[in-house]
């Protein structure tokens, strides 16, 4: 089993949907997490972390749940410009970042 | 430009024969991580200094693969008797230790093995 496994895409929707991606970890040791954003043939950057208590950045909210080793994020009003590749983070302490293996998004007009 | 830089961006090259990518990180960071990536999946952990410490390997990662960073700063990834497997981008990224969920990745170098 992977260590961080994401739902398959890709996700297309029209713009103005709210969408959600699902992530999962298996490590229960897993201490940080975070949603990395990669555009097409770009390197990977940080989009946002996630906190325990849900953390939200405009149109982005981000949820976690340690008991049931599951993380989302959730995109409201999508824009053409939110069409990307969604990565999903762990890290467990002194190791390095380990990533999912993403999830598409395409946003129409 | 004060980003993360790598070179060479593209190498091609015949099955067999050694090859070596650079990564220049950005200067006060002093954690530097290699990363491969593939069509349709996302970064695979190779390897990571802080310093000039390599702390972690990737347990995939096989012996032919061999990273330094001599001085803290620059690193190279060198890939010995290549594969078409070896196929792939090569991601560098760095990042504060204090920081370590923040990663800045360079633009990659794109390894093609023929």
């Known amino acids: 089993r992977k260590e961080v496994e994401q739902d398959p895409g890709p996700f297309n929707v029209p713009e103005g949907a709210t969408v959600a991606f699902n992530c999962t970890y298996s490590n229960s040791a897993s201490q940080s997490f975070f949603w990395y954003r990669q555009d097409c043939r770009k390197e990977p950057k940080l989009l946002m972390s996630v906190y325990s208590s849900g953390n939200e950045d405009g149109r982005f909210t981000a949820q976690l749940n340690r008991a049931s080793q599951y993380i989302s994020l959730l995109i409201r009003d999508s824009k053409l410009s939110d069409s990307a590749t969604y990565l999903c983070v762990v890290n467990r302490a002194g190791t390095a970042l380990i990533f999912g293996k993403g999830t598409t998004l395409s946003v129409s007009s | 430009d004060t980003g993360v830089s790598q070179n060479p961006r593209h190498k091609i090259t015949k099955r067999g024969q050694n090859v070596t990518f650079r990564c220049d990180p950005i200067?006060?960071?002093?954690?530097l991580y290699w990363y491969r990536q593939t069509l349709g999946q996302g970064p695979e952990f190779l390897t990571y200094?802080?310093?000039?410490?390599?702390?972690?390997k990737s347990r995939l990662l096989s012996d032919r693969f061999s990273a330094e960073r001599p001085k803290g700063s620059f690193s190279t990834l060198e890939i010995q008797r290549t594969e078409q497997g070896d196929s792939a981008m090569y991601l560098c990224?760095?990042?504060?230790?204090?920081?370590?969920?923040?990663?800045?990745f360079g633009e990659g170098s794109r390894l093609t093995v023929l």
């Open positions: 990224a760095s990042s504060l230790a204090e920081v370590p969920g923040e990663l800045f």
């Open positions: 200067s006060e960071h002093n954690r």
């Open positions: 200094f802080q310093n000039e410490a390599q702390l972690e």
